[in-house]
C-alpha cells in the first residue's frame, strides 16, 4: 500500500518537526524520528536509520530534493535507502488515487501475500519483531531470527494470527480471502 509519512511539528519553543511512520513494517522507524537530515537512530532491526535530504540518483533536475529513510543492517555498513518523501501535504483522496494500483494489481508485490509485523517492546524500547508470512512465523530479538511456528492451510494461518498477533476475523473476514492468490490451499 501507499505508505503514510507524517510530518510533525512539536509544540511550544523551537520548531521542530518530526517523521512519524508507524506502517512501513520491520525495517520502518519505531519511534519519531527529527526531520534533520544525516541524524541517525539505532534500532534492533535495522541496526541504523536515518534521513538524508537532496536528489534521488534518477532525478534529471539535482534541484529536486526529496527526504530519503535510509536504514543498514551492519555498524558500519552501506546506508540503502528504503523510501523517500516530500513535505508536501497530501488529501485523502490523493491516497485513494496512489492506493489503487498497490491495492488492485497483480503486478503488486501486497496483492501476493499476507505480511504481518508486530514490534516487540521491553519497556519503552523495541527489542525486535514477529512477522508472518511466506507460511511462518517468525520472531527476531536484537537481530537473531528464528523461525517460531509454520501454517499450511487457511484455518492454521487464521490460528496463527490469534495466538502471535491477537488478531481475531469475523466468519466473514476468514472466508473474504477465498479465490484470492494470497488463499493457502495446503491440506486441513
Not at 15 to 29: I, K, L
Not at 103 to 129: D, H, P, Y
Request: glycine share 10%; hydrophobic share 35%.
Amino acid at each position: 500500500m501507499v505508505n503514510i509519512v507524517t510530518v510533525a511539528s512539536s509544540e511550544g519553543g523551537e520548531q521542530r518537526d518530526y517523521m512519524v511512520d508507524v506502517g512501513f513494517g520491520s525495517d520502518g522507524p519505531s519511534s519519531p524520528m527529527l526531520l534533520r537530515e544525516g541524524v541517525e537512530i539505532e534500532d534492533p532491526r535495522p541496526l541504523g536509520m536515518r534521513l538524508a535530504y537532496g536528489p534521488l540518483p534518477a532525478n534529471e533536475h539535482s534541484d529536486s530534493k526529496l527526504w530519503r529513510y535510509e536504514v543498514r543492517t551492519e555498524p558500519h555498513g552501506k546506508w540503502t535507502p528504503m523510501y523517500c518523501f516530500t513535505e508536501l501535504e497530501f488529501l485523502p483522496q490523493d491516497y485513494e488515487v496512489m492506493n489503487f494500483w498497490t491495492s488492485q494489481s497483480r503486478k503488486s508485490w501486497f496483492t501476493q501475500t499476507v505480511v504481518v509485523m508486530k514490534r516487540l517492546m521491553q519497556g519503552e524500547e523495541v527489542v525486535g519483531s514477529i512477522s508472518l508470512g511466506s507460511g511462518e512465523v517468525k520472531r527476531t530479538i536484537n537481530g537473531e531470527e528464528e523461525a517460531v511456528e509454520k501454517y499450511r492451510n487457511e484455518k492454521e494461518r487464521v490460528e496463527v494470527l490469534r495466538e502471535w498477533f491477537g488478531i481475531i476475523l469475523t466468519e466473514d473476514e476468514e472466508r473474504g480471502i477465498d479465490g484470492m492468490a494470497t488463499q493457502l490451499r495446503g491440506k486441513n
